[in-house]
């Protein structure tokens, strides 16, 4: 007898495809009104056995409820090449439930299982016309990767003043807008700032208007506390000593105001031109005899 070799690969992609029956299935037996429980492990045996006494129970054959049973179940599981684009990703399941509940009605399912389970059984249950459920799934796949392209805003984060930023975020974003999301937030790292963009029913031009505001915050908060520990002067200086000024900012990439306190700490430390000012001496005649 020849034995066929099946890839990894293949294994996986039947066990997939398995493991959403199963649950299609204990989804037909709560809806035919049998007991299921929410808080049960899904055991693909054990769910058989179950379809198996109940469809003894039925006033038509057992061939006649099979053959409706998975008639009906490859009406409403979608293909497995519409979903790949998916994976088990906190993130990513969230945005998905989302969107999904503007789309999907809400059905009973097992609390046992994973998020990502979770969402392929409500799309599997879904009874709707499988070209529909096909586009839907599609929209969503399209909309989610238009939806990572704002991702770019959230590098901004990473590196330094990190959580400066994120509190200006939560300045704008929470306490200013408070009428852009109903649901409490609490933002104190990066995940918290992209899991409350991601929940946001906001255009891309409102996005780009609420990232300038949070990055604008952020610039004044920065100003202000530069500011600490120091006062404003107004003073005369010629417009040579402004042209070397000008010169000094741009050569060493510093703004003007620093390039002045740089150089007054150093003299006031060296005192290389002052001091050697002050100890001139005053010319006389004799100096200049020949």
């Not at 459920?133 to 590196?159: C, M, P, Q, S």
Request: hydrophobic share 35%; with cysteine; aromatic share 10%.
């Amino acid at each position: 007898m020849k034995h066929v070799k099946v890839s990894k690969e293949e294994i996986l992609k039947n066990n997939f495809i398995n493991n959403r029956r199963t649950l299609w299935k204990w989804g037909y037996l709560y809806k035919s009104g049998q007991s299921v429980f929410l808080n049960e492990e899904i055991n693909a045996s054990a769910i058989d056995k179950r379809i198996e006494a109940y469809h003894k129970t039925c006033p038509y054959s057992e061939e006649e409820m099979i053959r409706s049973m998975h008639s009906k179940m490859d009406d409403l599981i979608i293909p497995r090449e519409h979903l790949e684009w998916m994976h088990n990703e906190k993130r990513h399941m969230l945005w998905i439930k989302k969107k999904l509940a503007n789309k999907i009605p809400p059905v009973a399912q097992p609390n046992t299982v994973s998020d990502f389970q979770s969402v392929l059984y409500s799309i599997d249950m879904w009874d709707t016309p499988m070209l529909d459920k096909i586009l839907t799934i599609e929209g969503l796949k399209f909309a989610w990767t238009e939806h990572k392209l704002r991702d770019v805003f959230f590098d901004w984060f990473r590196g330094k003043d990190e959580q400066k930023k994120i509190e200006a975020t939560y300045d704008i974003a929470i306490t200013q807008q408070r009428h852009l999301s109903h649901e409490s937030h609490t933002l104190e790292t990066i995940t918290d700032v992209i899991l409350f963009f991601d929940q946001l029913e906001i255009s891309n031009a409102e996005f780009e208007l609420l990232t300038k505001k949070i990055k604008s915050r952020w610039s004044q908060n920065k100003y202000r506390n530069n500011l600490v520990g120091k006062k404003q002067y107004n003073f005369y200086l010629s417009e040579q000593a402004i042209e070397s000024l000008d010169r000094l900012s741009e050569k060493n990439n510093k703004k003007r105001a620093e390039i002045l306190e740089l150089l007054i700490k150093m003299e006031d430390k060296e005192g290389l031109y002052t001091d050697q000012s002050s100890k001139k001496q005053p010319e006389t005649p004799e100096q200049f005899k020949i």
